[in-house]
């Protein structure tokens, strides 16, 4: 039997197309999470470097080198599915003005830029600093340490008041066209879904609004999440203030995200359309516990709440952004594999039987083992990076003694 | 060597005269080239026996490996009962014919109001969804208006297969890039039919150029009453049906 993609993990019940399998497989529901999760936590860093909300400052730094460790996983989901990935960079070379999907590598890239460019000014003062400490310092390895930041000072020693105003300056400006480049980078994945006029739960133009709504959230919790544990690993203490900050920012998304996931599901449950007759079969039928059970419940509705409720301790918001992660994980999944179960005859429908593993490379690489080291590979890349550029700034006579 | 302003003038406005007679003459010898062609396909529903034939000639024609459950071109069948529930099935492709009672289901012979056999096939679309999501652009519509697929440049990235309405695209199993029905590209440019048509014993499958008013379909557009699948998505199907039944989707 040769190789049919998609042929070992599709299950066809009643009439589908022959054609029809699950074609996006489990790698592109992790695609949308990651990038949402990067537009997430570039927003937190955000509320801070423009807005100016000092309580996030803690955090601040942490959440751009969040968003961009997750950046770097980010086209890795896309790479494995693709069935030629050797002719990845084609998109770049003949980018098709018309295709949503070839934009990927220019928003991608651009975000990837500013990103850089974002931490550079942040970091540039500490890096000039480190260059200088570690210029005087023998040993193989504060050698490299040494060379490292040398590099990565590009030449600019200056750190006079002056030189460190216009880093400022600089970093706000960053940060201000930042966000509409994050919102692009998610919300365009989000069209990428609502444009296909052929998959009736996918077409909608509330798409890319839920998706960006939906990616703030959980890179909201992402932050929280990320830095209690973060936090607990280096045995420094929680700064409440700027975790309470933060709940308030998540449950505020938290509804507006809740508000517009559900006038989309009520706009086909009240209009039913023609395509109707099979979309109630998967959205009151086989998605209907992951739709109202995790992504509604145990994603926005008990994270709400558990926020809201007065006098949050740490253990609170750490197990809320917790179920805000599995939420939208969960609500990506209903989007990507939901819009595949069914068929475009209307006549039938598809279950998705995911491999866990396998030993066959072709089913390995779209399995959740696969999907379980993407996730893991950014927090990798996180400690790297805070090897490097240290995410948080202690003082010392905060120092915990526990 | 020193031009003088007045030399430069003079050789600015000779060139640009030069670019305007061109653009002249080139647009007479377009006129003259341009007699459109537009293939397209009939496919008559009444006609149809679900025979498989056109299945397994386009399987062989082009490549695609016969037990892959993946196909150019299907036969569908409906069975209408009593009741007015429609069964649709189309037991690989229909490449076996139809011999057994569908979807596992056994229906009675005296319940059946109401059968027929539905050939599909790529629409090539006057407006093809896949053409405008492709992200490198390999896949792309001919002058001829078929639509065709790069191998060599499509990146297999699925996007065109969850565009197309009909379900017409897949992975090729062996060349791993999108595939779908050419209308044989590499036969009618060659003045043969595709492989479909010319297997079909029954003559349900019509090819055809619809600007040419001495071809077959051109007459079958102008004379019958046709129609076409999903017309609402707007993507201009140039597969026409004879027959269609509503049922059909």
Known sequence: MVEVHGFDWTIKQLYTYPNEYIYWSVLIVVYPYITGLVAGAFVVSSLYHLFKKEALKPVSRFAL??????????PMPLLLHLQHPERAFNIYWTPNTSSAMAMFGYVWLTYFIILCLEIWFVYRADIVRMAMEYKEKRGFFNRIKYYIYKALTLGYYRIDEEALKLDEKVGKFLSAIGIPAACFLHGYVGFIFGSV????????????????????????????FSYIIAMKIMKRDIDMVALKTMSYYLVLFILLDFALEMLEILNHAYKQTEDWVVLKNIVFGSFAFTIFGVQFLIGLVIPAIILSLPGLTVRRAFFASILVLIGVLSMRWNVVVGGQSFSKSLYGYMVYDYPIFSTNILIL????????FLLLLPFIFLIIFNKILPAFEFKEEKHSTH | MKVSRRRFIKMLSVVSVAFFIKSKIDKVFAKEEKKKKRYIMVVDINKCIGCGSCVIACKLENEVPLDAEVYRTWVERYIVTKDHKVYVDSIKGGIDAYKKNPIGKEIKKEDVIKTFFVPKLCNQCENPSCVQVCPVGATYKTEDGVVLVDRKWCIGCGYCIQACPYGARFFHPVVK????????YHRIKKGLKPACVTVCPT??????????PNDEVYKILKNEKVNVLKPETGNEPQVFYIGMSKEVR
């Open chain 1, 65 to 74: 080198l969040l968003s961009l460790a997750f950046l770097l996983v980010a």
């Open chain 1, 197 to 224: 006029k052929a998959n009736p739960l996918w077409n909608t133009p509330m798409m890319p609004v839920i998706f960006l709504v939906s990616a703030v959230v959980s890179g909201i919790a992402l932050t929280i």
């Open chain 1, 365 to 372: 690489k779209e399995s959740v083992t696969a999907v379980a």
């Open chain 2, 177 to 184: 890039t999108a595939d779908k029905c050419t209308f044989c």
């Open chain 2, 203 to 212: 003559r349900a499958r019509i090819f055809g150029d619809k600007m040419n």
